[in-house]
């Protein structure tokens, strides 16, 4: 049997299946975006890590180097942030192929060590070997936070709001242009799209004053796309969430974007991966503070939906019809 | 300027270079076998990364998926013990190319999840993705010690006795056997060699001695090879190191497979990487310790030679001459 008959999230079931997800001094195990180790009472590790693959994740026709660096470290802090941690050491490995030069690492450790003084992150150690074939980086993450304080996937309740942070959709924009081989920045639509997919930043604005509020009752980054992390929010939670499909933030550029070159801005908000948005939910006792938040301008987000006691995604449209929000984000091995 | 041109050793030097070693509460950063960190006073967390990437460190033609997924921890789970730590939660990274299969992938998680059981190690996370090559397993350990406990390379001494465990050269004979097509294990000196390369073990066993009687003053896992790993040693401690080449111990078999073959057993010994036995250095206190442990049976391991006052590593022959011993371990990169 082909892996990419299961696909990627059936993948990860399988091997879920045959480990603890939670025990004495592990407080979160596989299946959400970092782990939570208690070594020692009220010290929590947090762990994350994520791969950048040649020829998958990036293409060096239009990634450039610096910009890889930052991205392989950014995604991984974002895992951290949307657990209520706080990003502290990094393990990098790196395979690196013949045709990599010496000056070309130097441009991804400028990077990388970049988003390290942003974050105040301290690369610990790591493994370098050849690689036959394209360049990859991976890298492991720790963090830390209170045993209180860890947010799941799973703490989403009936009756919570949904939210996300910011504008979906123009990191998928972004890789579309580059794909088609628009790549000089004609115009700051362009750039503004195609930097969102080259050097996403993870939104530590918005999740401190989540995590400072207390006002997240479950959160999750958008890695593989909206629909897809709806959806592994509500069936971790075991609930049911209803979204209302003219809610979705969109930036002007995107809405241009998609109007110039005749693609869905649905599409795009919906599925479109790479973005580094956060998805969360709150309570109703906290979900009045947050709106106000957003209205004096001190939390990047828009409400997009409910949380409902039932399962699945529902997308409601402005004329009141329903259909089920499928999970048609990236997914690895899928045909 | 090509990767190749400087080398590996160099690359991380280069690397090194931009961040900082040690701080607040980061016991040991870059250039040893774990990073060690002190989150919480008393609470030293140790991390280890490691990959085996296909066509550099394995051959699906010889490796079973097995054995594959026990290697891939048990490098790992090396790397924390020679810190004088526990391995206990691991992080798991696939890229898995089109040709693998959902069964293959489960004789993988077979292999990795002994090895856990083993060694009470549970997977707490990872990430897959789709490869456009070859099969990467990227694993990141955590383990942990007392602050007082961690065991570095740069802990050698003038005076200090220098030991190894086990025999060396084994897994570099089991590696030639199998590239040359002579896979079936025709008597038990094919197995026993080709056993060390496709399943090495970890020496918790002889670790575990070590960290109990507070023996070593220096420690790292031989997995370039022990002329690499005395440079390291060496250089990490700001010593010189003298070994005796008669004293250098090598397992029946492989005295057999270098005379059958004419095969250099000096070559074997002092270069063959991925044996995962342990060099390690006791003080003069302590060495007559080691000695009576060794020949009571209960620690498995010889003497090989001494550190001096000075610098690299001088490999002495039974006629009383010297010569400098250069690394010349498995580099990667190395032209």
């Known amino acids: 049997m082909k892996v990419n008959s ?5 993948l990860i079931d399988r091997i879920r ?12 195990g596989i299946g959400d975006d970092s782990a939570a180790i208690e070594p020692t009472a009220g010290c929590v590790t947090l762990a994350a890590t994520d791969m950048l693959i040649e020829g998958v ?10 910009n890889l ?49 942003e974050h105040g992150i301290i690369l610990t150690g790591g493994d370098t070997s050849s690689s036959p074939h394209g360049l990859m980086i991976s890298v492991a993450l720790l963090g830390e936070t209170g045993p209180s304080s860890i947010i799941r996937r799973s703490g989403a309740s009936p009756g919570d709001a949904v939210f996300v942070t910011g504008t979906l959709g123009n990191s998928a924009a972004g890789l579309k242009l580059l794909q088609s081989g628009n790549r000089l920045p004609a115009d700051s639509d362009h750039l503004f799209l ?4 080259l050097n996403p930043r993870p939104r530590r604005d918005a999740v401190t004053v989540l995590v400072a509020e207390a ?14 992390e709806l959806n592994h929010l509500a069936r971790s939670s075991g609930v049911g969430m209803r979204v209302q499909a003219n809610s979705l ?3 002007p550029a995107l809405k241009r974007f998609a109007e110039s070159t005749g693609t869905s801005l649905s599409d795009l908000t919906l599925h479109g991966g790479e973005e580094y ?7 109703p006792q906290k979900s009045a503070q947050a709106r106000q938040l957003i209205s004096q301008g001190k939390l990047d987000a828009t409400e997009i939906g409910l949380v409902y006691d039932g399962s699945g995604v529902m997308l409601e449209q402005q004329d009141g019809s329903e259909t089920a929000l499928e999970p048609r984000g990236f997914e690895h091995f899928s045909v």
Request: a negative charge; one cysteine or more; charged letters at 15%.
């Open 69 to 117: 660096g930052r991205k392989s470290l950014n995604v991984n802090i974002s895992d951290i942030l949307v657990m209520g941690g706080v990003p502290l050491y990094a393990l990098l490995s790196l395979a690196i192929p013949p045709s990599i030069s010496v000056e070309a690492l130097d441009e991804l450790f400028t990077g990388f060590n970049e988003v390290c003084a």
């Open 277 to 283: 948005e956060v998805l969360f939910t709150t309570n």
């Open 17 to 28: 299946a045959k480990v603890p997800s939670a025990g004495d001094r592990l407080l979160v």
């Open 194 to 197: 195609t930097q969102r997919h």
């Open 249 to 251: 933030p969109s930036s």
């Open 6 to 10: 299961i696909g990627e999230f059936a």
């Open 57 to 66: 994740h990036f293409d060096l026709r239009w990634h450039d180097l610096v």
């Open 215 to 228: 006002l997240a009752t479950s959160m999750i980054d958008i890695s593989d796309g909206l629909s897809s």
